[in-house]
């Protein structure tokens, strides 16, 4: 028989606003914090001893791409097995609503799998099956861009015209009502990069007016970066709008990210309402076949082929600026584990292009048309961080920390799929910056880990410890906390994380995952 209270007692507890830990009991009534002090004649009580651990917030990511991940397998157990109790979706963007033509949908959406049917086409319904699915974490939506364009515009790459804009605004605002918290772009992708400036301003008038957030993933992240968040902080100022910007710091060094740094500073003494967050690999993650332009996908893989055959075609698409390029280095480039191409797994394509004797970007091209039909699943990682640009990226005092990846699980469904960051954004954070690096105190990192993102969502009660909040908990120790997965190996549990309940029911208990899912999406209202 389930017990009217939980009480965890004799935590030292880390509240998630940045101030002093203090030792307390916390008294959890259903899916709220009701009490914190000293409890000793409670009757139905269930007690959870929390001594020598820390009771935190359930961490929050504020940048996730789990849309379609929490649709497949929706424990969560590489964000569980961190903490982490809500995600917020649809960033850089990505995402599963609106889907006006599900076969394009597919271009926008992070860990599509062709063997999954998009039965719904809105906001509504679209979390409505993932309510149907009852997912281990909270969830948090935004609108994402790239779909708002494939609806409309579809591969093109150009801005889209008056009657199109009039139907993006329409679609947004119908995503804005049925529940989204803002708007999301991927200016540097292929589905996006057509967009204008003024395009973009127009709907974030909308996003405003819902009193929304806008998340970019600014149209340059290598040579003309600063242009690239010159142009997003401009768009704020001009549609009067919570900006966002997603992993901020610039590919192209230490001088670059101060530069930027500086950029985000003179916007705050101008008044501007902007924050932004940054990811916790030393690389960034995407799929190979970003080099491709959107029209290169029409009619499907037997077109593609057709066109990467044709020397003409070839070289316009070999025109197309694109993430991959931009960054300059083949070199840095790598192929993730593929077990459809184990010979060229964890080679540049900078290496693969001198065995061949080929052209680095023609090598690329080669290597989709030879493994077509691996085209949603090629991945690579951009080696472009070092530990001292993210480090200083953190201490920001505007800075959150989040995944930049999907929900996943070891096992199942989902057991053969990888996105880096998925078991080891939050763990690594801790156990790299707190514990080894001293940069943070366990106060200061929490605090950029829960309540510096419900802030900047204006989530009263998640991502703090306090009388009537959501009980969302995460109880680690302190000292031990930390992931496990490598670049290569990244599919292994953080250990460390002892008990984690979300909505006051237990996701995790004595470091063991329950099999109950008590997440909620979270619509706007």
């Keep these: 028989m389930n017990k009217k209270f939980i009480l965890i007692k004799n935590g030292k507890i880390i509240d998630g606003t940045g101030d002093p830990s203090y030792s307390a009991d916390i008294l959890i009534s259903k899916d709220k914090i009701i009490d914190i002090g000293k409890f000793n004649k409670i009757n139905n009580v269930d007690i959870v001893e929390a001594d020598g651990l820390l009771v935190t917030p359930g961490f929050i990511d504020i940048h996730s791409h789990s849309d379609f991940t929490l649709l497949i397998d929706p424990r969560a157990v590489s964000s569980i097995s961190q903490g982490v109790t809500t995600e917020i979706i649809g960033n850089c963007g990505y995402g599963c609503n609106p889907i006006k033509n599900p076969l394009l949908a597919k271009e926008a959406i992070y860990g599509f799998r062709n063997d999954f049917t998009i039965d719904w086409s809105d906001m509504n319904g679209y979390l409505q099956r993932l309510e149907e699915k009852k997912p281990s974490v909270n969830v948090i939506p935004l609108v994402p861009n790239g779909q708002l364009r494939l609806s409309t515009v579809g591969l093109d790459i150009r801005p889209a015209t008056k009657d199109e804009l009039s139907t993006m605004k329409k ?48 149209r340059n992240r290598d040579e003309k970066s600063l242009i690239a968040i010159e142009e997003a902080i401009r768009t704020a100022y001009n549609s009067n709008v919570k900006l966002q910007i997603s992993h901020l710091t610039p590919r192209g060094g230490e001088n670059d990210l101060y530069k930027a740094l500086n950029i985000v500073d003179a916007a705050l003494k101008n008044g501007l309402d902007i924050a932004f967050d940054m990811h916790t690999r030393f690389f960034g993650t995407t799929y190979l076949k970003v080099i491709l332009p959107t029209w290169a996908l029409e009619g499907g893989k037997n077109e593609l082929i057709k066109r990467l055959k044709n020397k003409n075609e070839r070289l316009k698409i070999k025109s197309h600026r694109n993430v991959l390029s931009n960054l300059g280095d083949w070199d840095r480039i790598v192929l993730l584990d593929n077990h459809e191409l184990t010979d060229l797994s964890r080679k540049s394509i900078g290496t693969i292009a001198k065995e061949r004797l080929a052209d680095p970007l023609d090598c690329a091209l080669d290597i989709i048309l030879e493994h077509i039909q691996q085209l949603d699943t090629l991945m690579v990682i951009l080696h472009t961080y070092s530990e ?26 989902l057991g053969a799929s990888t996105f880096h960051g998925a078991y080891t954004w939050a763990s690594w954070f801790y156990r790299r910056m707190v514990r080894e690096l001293k940069l943070f105190s366990p106060e200061e990192a929490v605090w950029k880990l829960s309540g510096l993102a419900a802030k900047r969502l204006n989530l009263s009660n998640l991502g703090v410890i306090k009388k009537g909040a959501q009980a969302d908990l995460a109880i680690f120790n302190s000292n031990d906390f930390g992931e496990e997965g490598t670049t290569f190996h990244p599919n292994k549990i953080a250990k460390g994380m002892i008990h984690v309940l979300v909505n006051g029911r237990f996701a995790m208990r004595n470091g063991t995952l329950n099999s109950e899912r008590a997440g909620k999406v979270i619509r706007k209202i």
Excluded: M, R, W
């Design 388 to 413: 001292n640009l993210l480090s200083s990226t953190y201490k920001h005092p505007k800075c959150s920390v989040g995944s930049d990846a999907t929900a996943l699980a070891p096992d199942g469904i």
């Design 171 to 218: 679609l947004l605002i119908e995503g804005l009502e049925q529940g989204g918290h803002g708007f999301s772009t991927g200016l540097e992708y292929s589905t996006e990069i057509g967009a204008s400036e003024e395009e973009i301003t127009d709907l974030c008038k909308i996003c405003s007016k819902f009193d929304g957030i806008y998340s970019t993933h600014t």
